[in-house]
């Protein structure tokens, strides 16, 4: 495929470039020429506010005269303008400006005539700054707001700090050279380094000591092959059902892992997200039947990442709520497999979101209470008389088999059996159902209305909110 243009970065520390304009758009040009360390003159009658605030701060050479070949070149000649190395015109005045790009294609000096591609011999794109670290995106001048459209979304995936990985990268390049002879071997080190907890521990937790340390381990662990002798694990919360409340972070550890372990409950278009290479094993759980015990899943996680893979458990909500997620981190810590836990959207808030309502309302509850409804937990021995008197809006997660013993158990310690009950199927998805009842009415209703898991019951004041709440804010 052609380029319409070359991408390249130039080094135009201390170098002379030029600014025809003394408005906005020439402000926001001579912004960029600044930062990149270039020597800047502006030529133009007068400044408009931005400007001026580059001149009042000494980042600009101002030229108060309107822009004349016959001017500029008998002012070069006496030295008090070098010839630039860019030039950029950004005027409302067209003859100025064709009179500017015709100046720099005699001279050989590239130009940029604001927002008229056909009088440019170079684009500034849009930017994104992780210095050293500088992502550049250009539309060939078709459309800048769709190039900064695209800027801000990688703005969201690539963290501020990877301006100190590189940095750090930097610091240790020679080392690496040193004691991984060859260009494969070294490659491969990078790639493992660059996939894994490394990365985090610069970019997003600002912990360089400790990133320092693994890069240490990791470089004297390096075999012949370039490979690590440990892998590590990924314990990523996919959230309630909707694959867009997915999490950053854990969108891109997961397109890292080399081997996936999911539950019923991730959404497909979820898992789609992984590497196409990505191996892909189900795990899933639901009542009655584990697809693999949890042992062997906890099992699991440590065989591969001690052969040197990168793991990611991708769990429905958030690993540490209901998730089992701290079992499986204590046989990790136990075997010294290196983690991380992505929290993710817990059910209990992405569910009440879509349904249109919210958990806590200063008029309504000012607390909430996360409960476990599985049989196997004991929905018997739930503390109903704690929940009854506490004003919590509660939250039973698998709850539906149990809602008997649910709605019996709060009405037998005193909970107002008209009290509003909310059902929410297959939270956050585009089937999501969301049934509205009384807490009398809570069996009948999921009996009525067939009403089968993955269910979410929430029983509360607050669930009336949802009334007076647009309707265009629900999902049901």
Known sequence: MSLDYLPIFLNLKQQPCLIIGGGAVAARKADLFIQAGAVVDVIAPEL??????????????????????????????????????????????????????????????????ADQTKYCDFILPAIVNRNPVIIAVSTGGRSPVLARVIKARLETLVPAGYGRLANLLGQYRDQVKATISTLVGRKLFWE?????????????????????QLLVQALAEHNVVGQQTTGEVYLIGAGPGDPDLMTFKGLRLLQQADVVLYDRLVAPEILDMARREAERIYVGKKDKHHAVPQQDISQMMVDLAKQGKKVARLKGGDPYIFGRGAEEAELLVEN???????PGITAAAGCSAYAGFPLTHRDYAQSVALVTGHQQAGAAGIDYARLAQSGDTMVFYMGIKNAQKIQSGLMEHGLSPQTPVAIIENGTKANQRVSI??????VSMIEAEVIKPPALIIVGEVISVREKLTPGGQHD
């Open 48 to 113: 408009g506010n931005e400007m001026n605030f580059h001149l009042e701060h000494d980042k600009i050479n101002w030229h108060p005269v309107k822009f004349s070949v016959l001017w500029l070149e008998q002012l070069e000649s006496l030295g008090g303008i070098p010839q630039p190395k860019l030039v950029i015109s950004a005027t409302d005045d067209q003859a100025v400006n064709l009179a500017v790009y015709a100046y720099c294609q005699q001279k050989g000096i590239p130009v940029n005539v």
């Open 192 to 212: 493992n380094l660059l996939s894994g907890l490394f990365v985090d521990k610069v970019a997003t937790s600002n912990d360089t000591k400790e990133a320092e």
């Open 336 to 342: 010294n497999i290196p983690y991380q836990v992505v």
């Open 437 to 442: 009842s009384q807490l009398d009415g809570l």
